[in-house]
T-cell receptor
């Protein structure tokens, strides 16, 4: 069974731009969560989607948004990029049974 | 607030030596607990998990962890470390059903030959 895939793997943007990251969960997984990883703040929860509905949200500004499609694929969007948004963005999927989350390789976003 | 603490930022051990990485949690009720490992430039790989029941949990790659409710701890152990174990290790907790993992800051493991 294929793992969680994230595209693109690397992105370079400039301040003020917006970006969309994509995540394809493991087949059969209906829950997708997003995390931001930075050297200073560590791993922080962004939001979680299940069956196209956002169930949980972390403490991030409204510039961070996401959605989930009927095939469970998910996208997250960051608008009006700031330098501090430079991070590794990780996506994780689960079956929502025992809450074991499987992580993708991440998208490395650099904001210049 | 829910939190997970890893007191050691960096640990160095010699190959073949035993390893213990510490993790403490602060939750209102016993959370689900996890240990993940991250190699440079990679995502997170689950080593083991604790939901309930037996407090000694076996994981992959020869790792185990012991849940101690009295100490609010979930320490990761390995009897003999291999050079390939060098990576960063993250402890995480989740209030059951929330799908929201709270991570510790991580412990970077260096293995000397």
């Amino acid at each position: 069974k294929a793992g969680v895939t994230q595209t693109p793997r690397y992105l370079i943007k400039t301040r003020g731009q917006q970006v969309t990251l994509s995540c394809s969960p493991i087949s059969g997984h209906r829950s997708v969560s997003w995390y931001q990883q930075t050297p200073g703040q560590g791993l922080q929860f962004l939001f979680e989607y299940f069956s196209e509905t956002q169930r949980n949200k972390g403490n991030f500004p409204g510039r961070f948004s996401g959605r989930q499609f009927s095939n469970s694929r998910s996208e997250m969007n960051v608008s009006t990029l700031e330098l501090g948004d430079s991070a590794l963005y990780l996506c994780a999927s689960s079956t929502d049974v025992y809450n074991e989350q499987f992580f993708g390789p991440g998208t490395r976003l650099t904001v210049l | 607030a829910q939190s997970v603490t890893q007191p050691d930022i960096h640990i160095t051990v010699s190959e073949g030596a035993s390893l213990e990485l510490r993790c403490n949690y602060s939750y209102g009720a016993t959370p689900y607990l996890f240990w993940y490992v991250q190699s440079p430039g990679q995502g997170l790989q689950l080593l083991l998990k604790y939901f309930s029941g037996d407090t000694l949990v076996q994981g992959i790659k020869g790792f185990e962890a012991e849940f101690k409710r009295s100490q609010s701890s979930f320490n990761l152990r390995k009897p003999s470390v291999h050079w390939s174990d060098a990576a960063e290790y993250f402890c995480a907790g989740e209030q059951g059903g929330s799908e929201k993992l709270v991570f510790g800051k991580g412990t970077k493991l260096t293995v000397n030959p």
